[in-house]
C-alpha cells in the first residue's frame, strides 16, 4: 500500500475554482492507478476521475465531465486534480485513491489506499 496526503481543498464562491494535490509516499508510485473520489454529507462515495499509472489516460464522472483535469508528477509522486466551473452541489470531502493498474476501476472498494480527505466548499 500507498500512503496519501491530500492538500487544497477550502471555500471558493460558485464559478470558482481549486487544484486539489495528492502527496504519495512509497517509491512505487508509478504502478498505481489513481482515483479521486467525493463524499457529500448523507450520500455514498462517488467517482470523480482516475488516471493511468503513466498518465496519459483519463476517466471522467459524466457529472462533471468538461470541468476536470487530473493529471499527476511521477517524480513528485503527486498526483493533482484541476476544477473549474464549481458549484454548491460539488461541497464533499474529496479522497484521493491508490491501487495497481490494471485498467479503469471506479468503483471505490476496488482501492486499496486511501488518503484522509480534503473538504471542498462552494458557496452560493
Known amino acids: 500500500q500507498v500512503q496519501l496526503i491530500e492538500s487544497g481543498g477550502g471555500l471558493v464562491q460558485a464559478g470558482g475554482s481549486l487544484r486539489l494535490s495528492c502527496a504519495a509516499s512509497g517509491r512505487t508510485f508509478s504502478v498505481y492507478r489513481m482515483g479521486w473520489f467525493r463524499q457529500a454529507p448523507g450520500k455514498e462515495r462517488e467517482f470523480v476521475a482516475t488516471i493511468n499509472w503513466s498518465g496519459d489516460r483519463t476517466y471522467y464522472a459524466d457529472s462533471m465531465k468538461g470541468r476536470l483535469t487530473i493529471s499527476r508528477d511521477n517524480v513528485k509522486n503527486t498526483v493533482y486534480l484541476q476544477m473549474n466551473g464549481l458549484a454548491p452541489e460539488d461541497t464533499a470531502v474529496y479522497y484521493c485513491?491508490?491501487?495497481?493498474?490494471?485498467?479503469?476501476?471506479?468503483?471505490?472498494?476496488?482501492?486499496?489506499?486511501w488518503g484522509q480527505g480534503t473538504q471542498v466548499t462552494v458557496s452560493s
Open positions: 485513491a491508490a491501487r495497481r493498474d490494471t485498467g479503469i476501476v471506479t468503483t471505490p472498494h476496488d482501492y486499496d489506499s
